[in-house]
């Protein structure tokens, strides 16, 4: 799977079927270049309301996985393509799983900046699985046990998305334990830097995870760059 980090927490992956799949396509984050019309997705994931993860969805026009909450916000608002699901199901497309998980959290649904339009039901993450790569997006979320067993041992994914940027999620300690705790191959930082109230150093994760589980690997990737996992 190539995974390609936009800043903040979205992503564009690559699957080993050929499918492009966007997750909370935030282009405004200031940290990545891409725009809107860059984006070319087969699938677009969603795992909350907040402006900072809706992003630019309703522009893309794409076949959309959200809560069931958020797809009917969705549709109201024109989004022609959209699939309802809760936590515990999964989805299939193109020859790929997506399984949605819980993520503790808030998700009234708002823009980027404005107030809340609505109730975006109960925020989520997702484990995207290729056949190859099982690609764990977190989502925004506080440490909660459910990452140890049902995740962990029942889900397994090899590659997470970890939230480091405190205040509004895990911060690095918590989020290595996340990762530990999951016991995935990889882990990727995310969701820090992009505000002031977030800044973080991702050297602290990267050596939280060493001593929560040591045959983990931390990959710092930069907005704008992928890695092949």
């Not at 989020?175 to 930082?189: D, E, K």
């Amino acid at each position: 799977m190539k995974i390609l980090f936009r800043g903040h927490s979205f992503f564009e992956l690559q699957t080993a079927t050929g499918l492009r799949i966007v997750i909370d396509p935030y282009t405004d984050n200031g940290l990545t270049s891409a725009k809107p019309k860059d984006l070319k997705p087969d699938l677009v994931l969603l795992t909350h309301g907040h402006g900072d993860h809706l992003g630019c969805a309703l522009e893309l026009q794409a076949p959309t996985v959200c809560i069931y909450e958020m797809s009917t916000y969705l549709s109201r608002k024109g989004l022609q393509q959209v699939t309802a699901m809760n936590i515990g199901g999964s989805y299939r497309h193109k020859g790929v799983s997506v399984l949605m998980t819980q993520a503790i959290h808030s998700s009234g649904i708002a823009p980027a900046s404005g107030p809340f339009d609505g109730y975006g039901g109960s925020p989520c993450g997702f484990v995207i699985d290729d056949g190859t790569t099982r690609f764990y997006h977190m989502g925004d979320t506080g440490l909660f046990g459910d990452l140890r067993t049902v995740i962990g041992e029942v889900y397994r994914p090899t590659v997470a998305a970890v939230p480091i940027g405190d205040l509004f999620t895990m911060g690095p300690q918590h989020g290595a334990l996340a990762a530990a705790w999951c016991g995935v191959q990889h882990a990727i930082p995310i969701h820090y830097d992009t505000f002031p109230s977030i800044r973080q150093d991702p050297a602290h994760f990267v050596d939280a995870l060493k001593a929560a589980a040591p045959t983990a690997q931390a990959h710092v990737l930069k907005p704008d760059t992928s890695i092949d996992l």
